[in-house]
């Protein structure tokens, strides 16, 4: 396998927000991720961007009004207008109750309290909770307790 270009992890996400510039400064601020690329377009939209946080790179777009031809054959939407989340992330982070207690500052919604998550003495063992962001997709922040053997 080729290695991926520089400064790009191997799997990146996309997500896409009604107000993708918000989104992206709340990101920043609630969970504490930073901006890598921010491209906007006349009107102020994004038409682009590239937050990282520790090793990870997620991209944040502006979703696709109703009245705009699809440009990937589907509408790409906020879980606002889906109706529901579309996907979920986990974010390894150095401190989860200080991670939450950001979030929670933020305004975030968590939807599960940091707690153990242990799968038994041949696996590994997480201290996680959950959050939903701005527009209601689901974040997972882990921190390991325990390796697999």
């Not at 896409?16 to 690329?37: E, M, N, S, T």
């Not at 109750?97 to 041949?122: F, K, N, Q």
């Amino acid at each position: 396998m080729k290695p991926s270009p520089n400064d790009w992890p191997r799997i990146t996400s996309g997500l896409y927000y009604r107000d993708a510039a918000r989104a992206i400064d709340w990101l920043c601020q609630a969970f504490g991720f930073a901006v890598r690329l921010r491209v906007e377009r006349d009107d102020g939209s994004i038409a682009h961007s590239e937050l990282e946080y520790g090793g990870g790179l997620i991209m944040v777009g502006q979703e696709e009004a109703a009245d705009t031809p699809p440009r990937f054959g589907r509408r790409c939407v906020s879980p606002l207008t889906a109706g529901g989340n579309t996907q979920g992330l986990t974010v390894y982070v150095d401190d989860v109750d200080a991670h939450c207690a950001r979030a929670r500052a933020a305004g975030a919604s968590i939807i599960d309290e940091p707690r153990v998550h242990d799968y038994g003495e041949d696996h590994w063992a997480d201290r996680s909770y959950g959050a939903l962001d701005c527009d209601g997709h689901v974040w997972w922040f882990s921190q390991r307790l325990r390796s697999q053997r």
